[in-house]
């Protein structure tokens, strides 16, 4: 072994007695039933019911509550006490606001305070102390920890909890204390989390979502088809900052790009008045019904989206030209209209068209921009490559993300693993070489990390590789053959807008497919499972999110609000605890008020995907392999420096 490495080793543990302590420690954590792992995907901006999902732990918070005082208080009074734990600060203001005097005030806090601190016990049972401290409030750590492990006789005890939680309240440090033992609570319950990909576009608040992900005690991101257009943007892709300003246009959520994000969207504003009117396709989404609300300033994001709209078409185009291995030639839409007939050529039918808004494009060279097109963009992408705020969050992309993930020994990926119509892995040829399955994703995430690096090369392969990540047919994050965004907008007839999907998501049903898929990843096929997001379950016409025979999870249920009335829920999430596997739908989230005054946490329906056989542990877990390696590196310094035998 590397004796520099054990040298600085040696500068921690200092001491022999500190390496036994610490072994002794990392033994014991080995043996402690494996922590609670929370599921979520396709967030899609909807920061709110998220929120409430990782407040509750799906469901995970009133379980426990349940547990421990279902013989001591009804279910009107355990849902009250939930909605306490979730939203600590608002609930207190409103139970503070029901009291009739101090008296009854005081007598609620210790008695909230004892249940709290049970609680607290109770969820922290399977760890150890110090992982437990972690989770304290700081500034009351202490104090807790007194509470928690006091071991005096009952009678003692009952006084001594009394006198803290007085001169808690004398202090007026009470709701701070308690909101403290909330929020240790709903980290307890969870040990880490994973988001399936889909953070961002369609809903309002991403920024929301990152900033609460950012500050999570433990979370790893499978990057969904949506968030590499973001990443792809910032890395210095102008078609997919063009994509998804159109998706923000789209679902009237410029806000995020021009108050979240401070872009400023002026230049794009004054060419979309130049060149487009009102035209019914491109109102946006959220509105588009409701006619007689229709005024300025939705005109004005009608024209924008219009206009993004046509930048992104025009900027496909010398990619797709220049990338041959992408095999995309049949999305050069533009040079396929009969301009004056308003008519197109695909796939050798022709459709007409309408909604039309080609005003910019030059028949004989339609993927020109024009000069202030190129204007706006080249100002765009230089306010996205430089807004701090942006930077931060898809830094963290980057530092918590990947393609796919291997934990615990099932295969997380938003998408797919493209597949043929025989199962075997799709091949794709990337610079005369053809690569598939793990191999090939190894490859996706690679480009897209050097182009992350680079963010002044726009038009190399790797940027443009970001790009098919978001569209092309053996994107693992998409998965289609293409993508009709064209179609939807300028032609009527249906047909032309499906988009055939890749045989994966039929095979995926069939459980010696994911088997295979399984080993492809050296995963086990008899304990691994592919957890996907991306396409939405759709629970209301019966279909079953556990496929294949249980090796196959698919989450996405409609978080986004905009897909919910297709799903009939408001999404899945999954927990992965020591005694197994459970599948939680919910029901549509209203609002946080609606929560607090009526307690309508009835959200979650639970369905047992697999109960283990014997409670898994730490030790056959990916942190568990970690500790071993962690032991055997003490193993390896008591031998090297304190020449003890082992
Ligand atoms: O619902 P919209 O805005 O028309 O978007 C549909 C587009 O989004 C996609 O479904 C991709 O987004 P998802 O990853 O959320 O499915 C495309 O396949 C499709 O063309
Ligand atoms: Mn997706």
């Not at 300028?490 to 807008?497: E, T």
Request: net charge negative; charged share 30%.
């Amino acid at each position: 072994m590397d004796t520099s490495y054990l040298d600085l080793l040696a500068k921690i543990y200092d001491k022999e007695s500190k390496v036994v302590t610490e072994m002794i420690n990392l033994e014991a954590i080995l043996n402690l039933p494996k922590g609670t792992e929370h599921f979520v995907s396709d967030l899609h901006g909807e920061f709110h019911a998220f929120q409430h999902v990782l407040r509750n732990g799906s469901g995970n918070v009133k379980t426990k509550i349940n547990d421990l005082l279902k013989d001591e208080l009804s279910d009107d009074e355990i849902n009250e006490f939930a909605t306490l734990v979730y939203y600590p600060e608002e609930k207190l203001k409103l139970i503070k606001n029901e009291m009739e005097n101090s008296q009854s005030l005081n007598q609620w806090y210790n008695k909230t305070i004892e249940r709290m601190i049970n609680l607290v016990l109770f969820a922290s049972s399977k760890y150890t102390r110090t992982k437990v401290r972690k989770a304290l409030p700081k500034q009351f750590d202490y104090i807790i920890e007194e509470l928690l492990y006091k071991t005096d006789e009952l009678s003692n005890k009952k006084n001594y909890y009394h006198k803290i939680v007085e001169r808690i309240i004398s202090l007026r440090q009470v709701d701070k204390f308690i909101a403290g033992l909330a929020y240790t609570i709903q980290r307890l319950v969870v040990d880490h989390l994973h988001v399936v990909g889909d953070i961002y576009d369609r809903g309002p608040q991403p920024d929301k979502i990152m900033d609460t992900l950012i500050n999570y005690h433990s979370v790893d991101i499978q990057w969904g088809n949506h968030d590499v257009l973001w990443i792809g943007a910032y890395s210095g892709s102008k078609v997919c900052l063009a994509n998804l300003i159109r998706i923000c246009a789209r679902y009237d959520n410029l806000d995020i790009i021009e108050d979240v994000y401070g872009i400023n969207l002026r230049p794009l504003l004054n060419l979309a008045e130049k060149y487009y009117d009102d035209n019914q396709a491109f109102r946006p989404k959220n509105n588009a019904s409701e006619e007689n609300i229709f005024e300025n300033e939705q005109l004005q994001k009608t024209k924008i989206h219009q206009a993004i709209t046509m930048i992104q078409f025009k900027l496909e185009m010398p990619i797709i030209k220049r990338r041959p291995d992408f095999n995309m030639s049949r999305r050069l839409v533009l040079e396929n209209i009969d301009y004056e007939q308003k008519i197109i050529t695909l796939y050798g039918e022709e459709y007409s068209l309408e909604n039309d808004c080609f005003a910019t494009v030059n028949p004989d060279q339609p993927d020109q921009l024009l000069e202030e097109e190129e204007q706006v963009m080249n100002k765009l992408l230089f306010a996205f490559q430089h807004s701090e705020k942006l930077a931060r969050h898809m830094k963290f992309f980057m530092k918590k993300g990947s393609l796919y993930l291997k934990y615990n020994g099932n295969l997380l990926i938003h998408g797919c693993i493209p597949l043929n119509e025989d199962g075997t892995m799709k091949e794709m040829v990337i610079k005369d070489k053809s690569h598939s399955g793990r191999e090939l994703l190894d490859i996706f995430e690679s480009y897209l990390r050097y182009s992350f690096a680079h963010p002044e090369r726009t038009d190399d392969l790797a940027t443009d590789m970001v790009w098919y990540l978001w569209t092309g047919e053996n994107s693992s994050l998409f998965g289609k053959k293409e993508m009709t965004t064209f179609e939807r907008y300028f032609i009527k007839d249906k047909v032309a807008h499906v988009e055939e999907k890749n045989h994966y998501y039929y095979l995926r049903a069939d459980e010696e497919v994911c088997r295979e898929i399984l080993k492809e990843f050296d995963l086990d096929p008899d304990q691994g499972r592919i957890i996907n997001g991306h396409t939405p379950v759709l629970e209301i016409s019966g279909e079953n999110p556990i496929k294949a025979n249980g090796k196959m999870i698919v989450i996405d249920g409609g978080f986004s609000k905009a897909y919910q009335s297709k799903t009939g829920i408001a999404g899945y999430t999954l927990l992965y605890n020591s005694f197994g596997m459970q599948l939680v739908a919910h029901n549509k989230f209203t609002s946080k008020e609606d929560v607090l005054k009526n307690g309508t946490d009835v959200l979650s329906v639970k369905r047992l995907v697999d109960r283990e056989v014997e409670r898994k542990k730490v030790m056959e877990t990916n942190n568990g392999e970690k500790i071993l390696q962690q032991i055997s590196d003490l193993k390896h310094l008591m031998e090297y420096r304190y020449r003890i035998d082992q």
